[in-house]
């Protein structure tokens, strides 16, 4: 079933930023396209990912505008493997430019090159660019451990969203393979044990926290968690649960607009406050995107955060911002493909003894929590042993 088809209006937004983008491509070149000067200087290979999957998109509309495009970036995105760049890098200005390897970045390629081999298997080195994202998908499998996924090489931390993203990875890397092949199998297990752990750390106000040891909440991570739970939900598992569930994450982000503007100054952790790409992953909400009214809101407050030049801007900075533009497109992306699935029906039920089980295991999760942070800060003041953080296998 097609949901939510009224969107052809709103798909200018995501046209006007590939349209600039493709004016830069022309005039200057694909390694213009990395640019962030904005933040620290460092390369953003997600500039490069996301821009992939909207090129893919808006091909299928537009036949062979963005082709030349298309192919461009995925034999980028080839070549950078080859040459070990798929890189993470620090988000301030202290950061190095050495960067290092992470799920983030990973699963933004990961997701345009098995999305545009979907779409155009013709590419002369599809074969191998195949084999790079199985080789890939089967490392983040095998650091993958009850649902959490090592974040990067230098954080260890079961941080949510992260894992999601793994479990994303997963799932464009599916449309490439047999459903009875047993890398299927794996990888749809995997999904499904990421989403279940994701879900035992909605708190008791349906929030999420960025990361399993930490009670602290910031609202853009929280989009961002809510918004992949319910993609993968419904374009994959199909739990009615899951769904009900995740509907309280949905009110209880709405709960924090104030007007047409996140109210930032209530969240616990302020990471990346104002970042435009809370509004694009909050489409991806169930509770926010089957509402006309809510969803048009956030249509609206895209398009206000979108400069002439057709990038994004923060809602405290109004300077044009590459690599946040690159989330908020990327966000946007997944939204529509999840228009344009043709899936199976959730039907709208639950188990009030499901909720009860799962209510009881977030308190054990608390519990632990707590228990694992007095340790920490006990330890600290007997001696600083670098223990401020967890090691992801518990």
């Known amino acids: 079933m097609k949901i939510i088809n009224d969107i052809e209006n709103e798909q200018s937004i995501l046209l006007k930023y590939l349209d600039a983008n493709l004016a830069t491509f022309h005039s200057y070149g694909v390694l213009e396209l990395y640019k962030d000067t904005f933040h620290n200087g460092n390369p953003r290979i997600e500039n490069i990912a996301s821009l992939l999957c909207v090129a893919v998109h808006y091909n299928t509309i537009h036949m062979d505008k963005y082709l030349e495009l298309i ?15 798929w890189l993470e890098f620090g988000y301030n200005r202290h950061d190095d430019s050495t960067g290092y390897k992470g799920t983030v970045t990973t699963g933004f390629i990961i997701v345009a090159l098995s999305y545009a081999l979907h779409n155009h298997p013709e590419h002369q080195d599809s074969t191998e660019i195949k084999k790079i994202i199985f080789k890939t998908c089967d490392d983040l499998f095998m650091n993958e451990n009850g649902g959490k996924v090592i974040k990067a090489d ?28 047993n890398r299927h199998t794996q990888y749809t297990c995997a999904i499904k044990r990421i989403v279940r752990e994701s879900i035992c750390h909605q708190n008791f106000s349906g929030l999420y926290p960025y990361q399993s040891d930490s009670p602290r909440v910031s609202f853009l991570y929280h989009s961002m968690v809510t918004g992949l739970i319910d993609f993968l939900n419904k374009n994959l598992i199909l739990d009615p649960f899951i769904s009900y569930v995740n509907r309280f994450s949905g009110l209880s982000f709405f709960k924090k607009f104030k007007g047409t503007i996140i109210d930032w100054e209530l969240e616990t952790l302020s990471d990346k406050s104002g970042a435009p790409w809370i509004y694009s992953w909050a489409l991806n909400i169930d509770f926010m995107s089957e509402s006309p009214k809510r969803r048009h809101l956030l249509f609206n407050i895209l398009k206000d955060r979108q ?23 990327f966000s946007f992306f997944l939204y529509l493909f999840s228009c344009n699935q043709v899936r199976g029906y959730i039907p709208a039920k639950y188990s009030l003894v499901k909720l009860v089980i799962l209510k009881f295991l977030y308190f054990i999760i608390v519990l632990k929590m707590y228990k694992s942070f007095a340790y920490r800060k006990f330890m600290n003041q007997v001696l600083n042993c670098g223990m401020s953080t967890t090691s992801w296998r518990e």
């Open 307 to 329: 400069n002439e030049d057709g990038f994004f801007h923060s809602d405290f900075d109004k300077r044009s911002d590459p690599f946040y533009s690159a989330w908020v497109s």
């Open 154 to 181: 230098i954080n260890r931390n079961n941080v949510i969203n992260t894992n999601l993203m793994a479990a994303l990875s997963f799932y464009f890397a599916t449309l490439l393979l047999n459903p009875n092949s």
């Open 71 to 85: 192919f461009t970036l995925i034999d980028e995105l080839y070549q950078s493997y080859l040459k070990g760049e």
